[in-house]
């Protein structure tokens, strides 16, 4: 069945995609197969130098790669710009300097009872890498783990979200680079097509995507014993303490919020700030977000700092969350109601929050910013850590040694410090 793709901004229909046949299937992983050989029987040097044609073209073509992005996601050219392109670049920098470190034989220790001999750890090649990615970041959630499976001398298989497939621009940017032909291939399709992929047993996976999605793909992994990252949902909470820059504070409270219009996995979702300042961190956190000009349905090209939701589900999705907050008491500062006949929600922040509320348990993946209340050290790490999501958090104090104590014991995979969304 066709899928139809969308500008979420205007509303028009750009294409359709065609899921991907069963018998091209086996195609595809057939040429990974032949591939693969080629790419591991290069130094890891060379395959560093292959990855920076990449950045190179994304560098020298960033105006027209851009206005793709910006075309399917609805998010701002300097979100394209900022959280995308120069993600990937800077992920090339980093990499190009540090693969063949990082992946040469590591001596280590061996036992006593293994006296007299030697071991070592060797990184070999895996073999053909299933990437399935969501439609928040299209570009970075194709390059930073299509480059990486490459440098370890993989080759890829990439299937985009049905969203947001960009259909032809990651071939344009391979092929008009000239990086190593079929090395990553692009496959398009829902998720029946990302389910006929892991059928035909790739060597690992690796998910972005919602925790549901996640389960099911860890389950049909499991069938043939394939390994898996999953990097799935969150619920960040960042915490505020009394001792901050209020000023400086707010800001990086209102950005980790409400970039790409709070469609990141670690955007903030929970934000406890301490009773002391919590009036003045209100009234400074709302004065800002009032500021943030939103983007324009009627006018693309107009300069904007919060573009629209992505997804029509996800959109209904915050707006339910939203309204059963507001019919058990919370309190709505701005924002609050979409903007009519579009996909925009103005970024919204809300107070008078209870735990027992979806907005504050469950992943919102949108523009609301509920602050919380807390008055002890003790009950906001309760607070922080009662949740199912330990994806990431922040901590924002003066006192780096409160900061260091309260991270050490936060249940989340990486934690900020007077910052969020570092990862
Ligand atoms: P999704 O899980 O619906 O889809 C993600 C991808 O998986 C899509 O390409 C989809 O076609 C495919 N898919 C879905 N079900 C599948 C199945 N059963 N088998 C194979 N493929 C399947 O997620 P989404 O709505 O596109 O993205 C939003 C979610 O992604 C949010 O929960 C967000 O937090 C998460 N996310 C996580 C990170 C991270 O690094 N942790 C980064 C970005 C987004």
Redesign the pocket.
Known sequence: MKINVINPLTKESLYDIEPIQEKELEEVYDKAKSIQKKIASLSVKDRAKEIVKISDYLIDHHKTICDRVVSETGKTTFEALSNELFGICDTIDYYRDQAEKILKPQKVHTSLVLMGKKSRIEFDPMGTVLI??????PLI?CFVPSILAFLAGNAVVY?????TPLKGLYEEILDGAGFMKDAIQIVY???D???A??EQKPDKIH????????K??ME?ASKNLIPVDL????KDPAIVFEDVNIEKTANGLVWAAFTNAGQ???SIERCYVHESIFDEMTEKVVAITKKLRLANPDCENCEADVGCMT?EF?LKKVEEQLKDAVGRGAKVHCGGTKVEGSMIIPPTVVTEVTNDMDLITE?T?GPILPLIKFSTEKEVIEMANDSEYG?SASVWSKDLKRADRVTASLKVGNVSINNHMLT
């Open positions: 399935i990615a969501p439609w928040n970041y959630q299937k985009p979200s049905e969203i399709g829902g998720k097509t990302g389910a992929l892991i998910f972005t995507g919602s925790t549901r999605a996640g099911q793909i049909a990097e799935l949902g969150g990141s996995c670690t997804a996800q992943e993946f994806l």
